[in-house]
């Protein structure tokens, strides 16, 4: 499974950072491609971040091009979505997932998909 902290006990405050952990248990992360979902109220679910498990290719939405950083840490069988820059319209329900049988740009395309692994999801709150 995977394994998300629990949320920010106050929303963050723009522009601070955020970093997201996604650990993941029972399973390794070698060779999944790992992509970070979120969804805000109201609104579908998006396709943030997504980074190959092959050679570390990385996909990021418009939004968030230039601010947040997806990475993964294959020792710490963590995925890791860095935020920087935060805004407002970045508040959302943000999910992990790990998929082995897509590519890196497929997986940033089925943000619905019934990938190999979801995580629980966490809450991120930007203050305006």
């Known amino acids: 499974q995977l394994q998300l902290p629990p949320p920010p006990r106050a929303p963050v405050p723009p522009p601070a950072p955020l970093r997201l952990p996604c650990a993941a248990s029972?399973?390794?992360?070698?060779?999944?491609?790992l992509g970070w979902f979120r969804q805000a109220p109201g609104k579908e679910r998006e396709a943030v971040s997504c980074?190959?498990?092959?050679?570390?290719?990385?996909v990021y939405a418009d939004s968030v091009k230039g601010r947040f950083t997806i990475s993964r840490d294959n020792a710490k069988n963590t995925v890791y979505l860095q935020m920087n820059s935060l805004k407002p319209e970045d508040i959302g329900v943000y999910y992990c997932?790990?998929?082995?049988?897509?590519?890196?740009?497929?997986?940033?395309?089925?943000?619905?998909?019934?990938?190999?692994?979801w995580g629980q999801g966490t809450q991120v709150t930007v203050s305006s």
């Open positions: 997932a790990a998929d082995m049988s897509l590519i890196v740009q497929a997986m940033c395309k089925f943000p619905y998909a019934n990938h190999d692994y």
């Open positions: 029972g399973f390794t992360l070698d060779y999944y491609t």
């Open positions: 980074i190959s498990g092959s050679d570390d290719t990385t």
